[in-house]
């Protein structure tokens, strides 16, 4: 019964900012790398970052590199994605997502786990 519950997305202008959250449960949270993947309508689901187990080793896509943060409290079950200077490609469903496989590439859906629901962030012109 692993659940990943993603909120804080809302509306935001240009070059606004915004943080999402992700609180997991039902499993060892500290075991597992974990991901941020977004998808835009009609579009299949796009890769954003990435985070290891310990929270000492981050991952990004080259469209989010120097503007998103990824980071996780294992205290907490949660990871978090800072979002800066917003653009309106931006503009997707972020979901939480949770790695099955070391050796599998990280920016590759298909080898994440378990997904949240998704949380709507629209980045406004």
């Known amino acids: 019964q692993v659940q990943l519950v993603e909120s804080g997305g809302g509306l935001v202008q240009t070059g606004g900012s915004l943080k999402v959250s992700c609180a997991a449960s039902?499993?060892?949270?500290?075991?597992?790398?974990m991901g941020w993947f977004r998808q835009a309508p009609g579009k299949e689901r796009e890769f954003v970052a990435t985070?290891?187990?310990?929270?000492?080793?981050?991952y990004y896509a080259d469209s989010v590199k120097g503007r998103f943060t990824i980071s996780r409290d294992n205290a907490k079950n949660s990871v978090y994605l800072q979002m800066n200077s917003l653009k309106p490609e931006d503009t997707a469903v972020y979901y939480c997502a949770v790695r099955r496989f070391v050796l599998g590439a990280r920016d590759l859906a298909r080898n994440y786990a378990y997904w949240g629901q998704g949380t709507q962030v629209t980045v406004s012109e």
């Open positions: 985070i290891s187990w310990s929270g000492n080793s981050t």
């Open positions: 039902g499993l060892t949270f500290s075991n597992y790398d």
